[in-house]
């Protein structure tokens, strides 16, 4: 039997949302990655990080953006293991036109060889960037499909869209 776990990054707080910031007291990624994890029965791990990232949007955008550009790796809170799992959804903003750096930290740090890895990438009309190409490079041993684009401040609304997607990559249509 196939072992499934929705690991993701989510940022709540100030974010932006259909042109303006707003406060979200759940972030965007954390919705998804619940609807889809109740979807499959899959174990929820979400990746938390050393230095919390600051809850101001402008105060994180500026953040990501250095992190960026210096190729940091921020420190995880917790080390997620993900040794058991064949099935891995992942799921994370776009910042910057990629993954947060928080996430590549995490995907350096396991071995997801013979993995399946089913990124999903909430967003306000940026689409996923790079972030597919970025999480093949990182995980040169797993599957990993093509990424799911959410949009972020319609994830309430996105059940159907997360239910059929989620039942579709467990069925290895990808």
Request: neutral net charge; glycine residues 8%.
């Amino acid at each position: 039997m196939n072992k499934t776990a929705v690991v993701y990054f989510s940022h709540s707080g100030m974010n932006y949302a259909k042109g303006k910031i707003v406060k979200l007291e759940k972030g965007n990624t954390k919705i998804a990655a619940e609807k889809i994890a109740n979807e499959c029965g899959a174990v929820l791990l979400e990746l938390k990080e050393a230095e919390a990232y600051p809850e101001d949007y402008r105060e994180c955008v500026a953040r990501a953006r250095q992190e960026m550009q210096t190729d940091a790796r921020p420190v995880l809170k917790e080390t997620i293991d993900v040794s058991a799992y064949d099935n891995i959804f992942l799921g994370y903003p776009n910042w910057c036109g990629t993954m947060p750096k928080i996430v590549w930290t995490f995907l350096e740090s396991a071995d997801f060889s013979g993995k399946k890895i089913y990124p999903f990438c909430t967003n306000e009309g940026s689409g996923a960037g790079r972030s597919g190409q970025d999480i093949k490079k990182l995980c040169p041993g797993a599957i990993v499909s093509e990424v799911l684009s959410v949009c972020g401040s319609d994830v309430g609304s996105s059940d159907e869209l997360l239910q059929k997607w989620t039942r579709k990559m467990l069925a290895g249509e990808h």
